[in-house]
């Protein structure tokens, strides 16, 4: 089993960086370098390949198609699925924010003017939960 | 300083959401989007359903109701850096 110990290691990185970026999300550094498992899914690849170059036995190459597999996957929801197109907002620095009434949680109305003069407001629009 | 939080999340959600984080924030339903379209931030059929979804922004506003600072996210899972916020604020 020990003679294998180059494909584990490639699962056990490739497994590793899914569950590190998903118990780490609520951190701001780990959430805002998602190529960090990119890179960690790019390695445990280059150690599988490298393991199945020097001996092509099953544990080598599964480790090697697992790993480029999320590779592959992570790419495309990393440059693909997860860019967002951009379009020009209605927003500028320096320029007034357009004012606008909406419900609070409680269904009490809040207005942003009514801030004005009275403390900075930080808006923070989040996709939310659908 | 005051946090608002806008999404198209139901109040109910938005409520659910406040109690658990205990945070500063009034979370805000666009239930609709209107604001949210106003202000040119849709992230057209970004969600996991195709709907139309916030595009996740930061808006730093001072006293005077004018745009300070500005993050604007070009991928669903970044967001600005908490420290880049409050250095933005202070000093407003």
Redesign the interface.
Known sequence: MTRYWPALLSVALSLGAVAGYVSLLRV?VI??H?ALYLTAFALATAIAALASWRAARWPNLAALVFSAALLVLGGYF?FVL???????????????????T??????AP?T??S???????????????? | ?????????S?E???AL?ERLRAR??????RDLT??R???????R????G?D??????????????????S????????P??GD?SRA?RG?
């Open positions: 701001p959430r805002n998602p990393h997860a860019r967002i197109p951009t379009t020009a907002p209605a927003l500028r620095v320096g320029e007034p924010a357009p004012d606008f909406l419900p609070d949680a409680a269904g809040v942003l003017a801030f004005r003069d009275r403390t900075p407001v930080v808006l923070v629009f989040y996709r939310g939960y659908w | 300083m005051q946090l608002l939080a806008i999404s198209p999340d109040n959600r938005s409520q406040a924030y009034r979370f805000l339903t666009d604001v949210t106003r202000y040119g931030l849709v992230h057209a970004g969600g996991n359903k709907q979804v916030p595009r996740p922004t930061t808006v730093v506003i001072d006293r005077q109701g004018i745009v300070r600072w500005l604007l996210a070009d991928n669903i899972q970044v967001r850096e908490p916020v604020v407003l």
